[in-house]
């Protein structure tokens, strides 16, 4: 420990990284999760949910409805396998988000699957909470995880375990060329949860990580602007 | 009209309408010469496969008046009307029904009753239509034909016209030693004195009719008339399952039927991803398909079918009677299939090419296994707009993508981008004109990332001002 010097006082610094990682969701873990997307036509909140998805042969059931295919784009499937995604994905495309329930609620009985995806668009009378109350408790009774993404909604009452808010932030710096978006960077709003503590964190999908729950990593936000090396937003440098 | 086949040195005719007959034209000469004389010939391709099939259908549908009966050839049934004229009220009429109803199926037919197989074959074929032989005149009623009605091979019959033998009479007449000496190297199914033998009676020539098909019918018969077909479901199902069980199949596709009392028939069938012999799966299925159904004023009978069936063994999966995930998958694409329809419930297929629409397609989940996923070897964004949406640009730049854009009423700066990725039409399959599309990956402002493509460049010749759309969003 340094000594007082007659001028002036040395202090330390804690120790304590300022930036630090939180646990990402297991996506493991069998209950029914909300992703609303921060904005319009952002794809920030399908590339959350593939992240999170587990490690498994078993099929994925992606369910969507036809507003939100017309809004959002359906899934690509030749990305998926560049995006670390290994499993198949059984699509059901359906027209009224009533169909959606339905079939999220008959694959999340199913305990074949690893998981079961619903996309809905806007905030039709079907999503209420009774509807994802059914759905929670059907996921939690075959541990199925469920995942709900909703777009163009604000968030209407929900019987969601964890509820995200999910949207774009600006990409990292590209490593050989500054003029092109790099690796994609998420804003994770978890504003509502059971058994944990709500939060806002910087997302960043990890490809590479052995294990499927390493592969998206929470990153919290430092207050004082880019310390440590995994939290460079591209936004200093861009604007930079 | 004729039927072509594919001969040795092109088509040749194979089957020919009655008018072409007329014509003179004859089976065996080239389609080639014929249409050079008849210019307004028309030339179909035969389906042997089809007619073969057509004709066993033919056989068994034949079982209505007697039970045994075989295709015979291409072009014949055997039926062995043993002890079966009598219910017809004699032969003479049994062939008049016959010919009526084959008449009502679209079907001519020439029919021959006679006391050997391949008597009736000869007759039926080469004696005129309607023709009943009995057994003391066989010899006399086949004595006329030509040797060919034996259907001998063509070596065979050349050697016996050779020989002077062009009637089955005169081949009677030769002695027996000496046909059996002339004839005795020549396999079985085309000796003459063989085949005379067995028209004739003098050696046994028995009928092997296939089988018949087994049907995996479960029904119920009502006392009265009812409406709702739900509450028998479960005895059916129960009844085809166990069926079924006993023989170890297991069911891939179901027709439920009710027979109305006004004497109309109305069914709904539904297909399973895999074999299934669960009594309360497809009462679940089916009961999913039954709205709508139109009963009228009640029906009296219902009969639950499996259509198609496939073996499916007994077999324990788990100790401790834990589910079967596979199984568990396959009964949950039975339910949502049933419901929502086949082109809902899809894996992705795949298919070789550039253009990032075509890469992907759908593929109903009942056709099969999901494929293996193609590698792409550029970044492709993770949904995708169809159709893709045209962009106005607001502020256009020489090189690279717009540096302001409008998409759907709002506009947007780029903030950085990378591209372009040139992808060219595919001239094999796009049609003339297509233009080729340079690719960019935009971010924009806020951090949301585009996929855009500028169509065509400017001055290719294929039409005005490139324009820009919008295809897919990037996570």
């Avoid at chain 2, 079924?244 to 109305?260: H, V």
Wanted: charged residues 25%; hydrophobic residues 45%; aromatic residues 6%.
């Amino acid at each position: 420990m340094p000594t007082d010097s007659p001028n002036a006082q040395v202090i330390s610094l804690s120790s304590k990284r300022l930036v630090t990682d939180v646990p990402a969701p297991n996506g493991g873990d069998a209950v029914l999760r909300d992703v609303l997307s921060g904005g319009p036509f952002d794809g920030a909140v399908t590339g959350f949910v593939l992240s999170c998805l587990p490690d498994s042969e078993a099929p994925v059931l992606w369910v969507s409805c036809r507003m939100s295919r017309r809004e959002n784009g359906r899934l690509y499937g030749p990305a998926l396998r560049q995006f670390g995604f290994k499993g198949h994905v059984l699509r059901v495309e359906v027209s009224h988000p009533r169909d959606v329930f339905w079939a999220m609620e008959e694959g999340a009985a199913c305990a074949g699957l690893s998981a079961v995806v619903g996309e809905i668009h806007g905030a039709p009378e079907v999503l209420s909470f009774t509807a994802t109350k059914r759905l929670a408790l059907r996921s939690e009774a075959s541990e199925v995880p469920v995942w709900l993404i909703r777009s163009g909604d604000h968030g209407a009452l929900s019987a969601a375990r964890e509820r995200w808010r999910v949207s774009s932030l600006p990409s990292e710096v590209h490593p050989w060329n500054r003029a092109a978006p790099g690796h994609p960077l998420w804003e994770a709003d978890l504003f509502r949860a059971r058994g944990r503590a709500p939060g806002v964190w910087d997302a960043r999908h990890e490809p590479a990580a052995r294990w499927a729950k390493d592969r998206l990593r929470l990153l919290s936000r430092s207050g004082d602007g880019p310390v440590a090396q995994d939290h460079s937003p591209a936004t200093e440098l861009a604007r930079g | 009209m004729v039927l072509s086949e594919q001969g040795t040195h092109g088509p040749v005719i194979y089957a020919l309408s009655a008018e072409a007959r007329r014509r003179g034209i004859v089976e065996g000469t080239r389609v080639v010469d014929v249409q050079a004389i008849h210019l307004d010939l028309h030339v179909e391709r035969s389906d042997a496969e089809g007619d073969r099939k057509l004709l066993d259908r033919v056989a068994i549908w034949a079982r209505r008046w007697c039970p045994w009966t075989v295709r015979d050839g291409m072009d014949g049934v055997t039926m062995d009307i043993t002890g079966a004229a009598h219910l017809f009220g004699g032969e003479a009429r049994m062939l008049r029904d016959m010919g009526a109803r084959f008449k009502m199926q679209g079907l001519s037919a020439r029919l021959a009753v006679a006391p050997t197989r391949g008597a009736a074959q000869m007759l039926a074929r080469h004696g005129g239509g309607g023709v009943i032989c009995g057994p003391d005149d066989l010899a006399v009623a086949v004595a006329p034909l030509p040797v060919a009605a034996l259907r001998i091979n063509a070596d065979t019959v050349r050697l016996l016209q050779r020989l002077g033998l062009k009637t089955l009479g005169a081949l009677m007449e030769v002695p027996r030693v000496a046909l059996m000496r002339r004839f005795d190297r020549v396999a079985e199914e085309f000796n003459p004195l063989v085949l005379l033998d067995r028209a004739l009676g003098r050696t046994a020539d028995p009928l092997n009719a296939p089988e018949d098909a087994v049907r995996w019918l479960a029904r119920v018969r009502l006392a009265e008339p009812v409406i709702d077909p739900v509450p028998h479901l479960d005895a059916l199902a129960a009844d085809l399952c166990r069926q079924m069980a006993k023989a170890e199949l297991g069911a891939r596709r179901l027709r439920l039927t009710i027979y109305r009392v006004d004497g109309e028939w109305r069914s709904r069938e539904v297909a399973l991803a895999s074999a299934s012999r669960e009594a309360a799966h497809l009462v679940r299925l089916m009961a999913g398909k039954l709205e709508g159904i139109d009963p009228g004023f009640g029906f009296d009978l219902l009969t639950l079918e499996a259509l198609r069936v496939e073996p499916l063994a007994l077999h324990q999966d788990h100790l401790d009677g834990a589910r079967d995930a596979g199984k568990d998958v396959a009964a949950l694409l039975d339910r949502l299939t049933a419901k929502l329809g086949p082109e809902k419930v899809t894996w992705s297929a795949w298919c070789q090419s550039h253009v990032p629409e075509r890469v992907e397609g759908r593929m109903a989940t009942l056709a099969g296994a999901p494929e293996a996923v193609i590698e792409v070897a550029r970044e492709r964004p993770l949904r995708l707009l169809e159709p893709t949406e045209e962009i106005v640009v607001l502020y256009a730049v020489p090189e690279g993508p717009p540096a302001r854009f409008r998409w759907r009423r709002v506009s947007y700066l780029t903030a950085r981008y990378e591209g372009p990725e040139r992808v060219s039409p595919e001239w094999w399959r796009d049609r003339p004109g297509t233009r080729l599309r340079d690719y960019y990956k935009v971010e924009v402002g806020d951090g949301r990332r585009f996929w855009i493509y500028r169509e065509g460049i400017l001055g290719d010749g294929r039409g005005g001002d490139p324009r820009w759309f919008v295809q897919g969003i990037f996570a």
